[in-house]
């Protein structure tokens, strides 16, 4: 099956799958995911997932997929797809998909993400855990206050069949910084650091994302007449965008 074939059934499977968790409007996360707690040393969930090249990227795929699927308690996939139908939902090569697929799922059991339960006869089930990897209780993220608003066409329109893994991430990280702001917003190299993201890869995924018209970048002045003038960049993510086809 050619690439295009493969995400156009991709793309019919991902719609299925949102039409059947009756999900509308926003996916939520929480900033716990995506940034660790100040002067913590370890890199956040999220920086975590997308590390180890490809198998990043089917592991955090599989993980939004999942958090967009489980929508009540006990958040849980009593029968979720086959390794080889998850293969398909995203988009992989027919022939290695299936094995990726249950690498990446024990590895986001291993890692505390979801839990594994054997089925007689099918897939185990999944059910969804703590965000923060810890192997906790799952707890919807608006009941905990801020969270992070993915729209439903992130996955319906397919761009988490189009955005690389750390092009994701940043569009994650960027929605946590823009979270009720009405401006572009400039992120200070604390905060960089506190999102586990190195700057080739900011500078890479920022690149993506001004491609897919998805971020726009601008750049204010830093410093009075009296002082030492620099300029620095500024972040807006345009959500609409999400809306429409890649």
Not at 133 to 150: A, C, F, K, L, T
Request: charged share 25%; proline share 8%; glycine share 10%.
């Amino acid at each position: 099956m050619e690439t295009r074939d493969r995400r156009e059934e991709a793309l019919t499977h991902l719609r299925g799958a949102a039409a059947k968790s009756q999900r509308s409007g926003n996916v939520p996360f929480p900033p716990a995911f995506v940034i660790a707690a100040a002067g913590q040393d370890t890199p956040p969930p999220l920086a975590r997932m997308i590390q180890g090249g490809q198998g990043g990227a089917v592991r955090l795929a599989l993980y939004l997929c999942i958090t967009m699927m489980a929508t009540s308690k006990p958040y849980d996939l009593k029968a979720p797809p086959i390794p080889k139908s998850w293969a398909r939902m995203l988009a992989l090569d027919p022939g290695t998909g299936a094995r990726r697929v249950s690498r990446n799922l024990k590895w986001l059991a291993d890692n505390g993400f979801i839990k594994l339960e054997p089925r007689w006869g099918g897939a185990p089930a999944i059910t969804l855990l703590s965000p923060a990897g810890s192997g906790g209780e799952y707890v919807r993220p608006i009941e905990q206050g801020r969270y992070i608003g993915v729209p439903i066409e992130f996955w319906t329109q397919g761009w988490l069949l189009d955005l690389s893994p750390t092009a994701v991430a940043l569009l994650l990280v960027l929605l946590n910084e823009l979270g009720g702001k009405d401006k572009p917003r400039y992120v200070t190299a604390e905060k960089r650091h506190r999102y586990g993201l190195s700057s080739d890869t900011w500078t890479k995924a920022t690149k993506e994302l001004v491609q897919h018209q998805l971020l726009r970048v601008g750049q204010e002045t830093q410093g009075s007449f009296y002082e030492y003038e620099r300029r620095r960049n500024t972040y807006w993510v345009e959500v609409e965008r999400l809306k429409e086809q890649p």
